[in-house]
């Protein structure tokens, strides 16, 4: 069974940085895409980030030029590098991983991410 685990949330404050690591475990595929959404309370889960295995990568307006998303040399890990952060990205982040084959999708439990003023 296909696990996401995911690490590294925490709280600090405006313009502190953190680092959001996933791993999978329980499958032999590579996943073709990997990344990370959010959900603030009363909102709904957005995408945040998310690269390929080809190493394209996509951000959410909001993040664009403060986050960093990645793939780890290891199989299946992805991380997240959350520079410059703000209340508003305040949110559980979440590490999402797909497979093309089957059109499978997997979350992870999340992660709480506290940004305070």
């Known amino acids: 069974q296909v696990q996401l685990v995911e690490s590294g949330g925490g709280s600090v404050q405006t313009g502190g940085s953190l680092r959001l690591s996933c791993a999978a475990s329980g499958t032999v595929f590579i996943f073709d895409a990997m990344g990370w959404y959010r959900q603030a309370p009363g909102q709904q889960r957005e995408l945040v980030a998310a690269t390929t295995r080809t190493g394209s990568t996509n951000y959410a307006d909001s993040v664009k030029g403060r986050f960093t998303v990645s793939r780890g040399n290891a199989k299946n890990t992805v991380y997240l590098q959350m520079n410059s952060l703000k209340p508003e990205d305040t949110a559980v982040y979440y590490c999402?991983?797909?497979?093309?084959?089957?059109?499978?999708?997997?979350w992870g439990q999340g992660t709480q991410v506290t940004v305070s003023s």
């Open positions: 999402n991983a797909g497979l093309l084959a089957g059109s499978r999708n997997y």
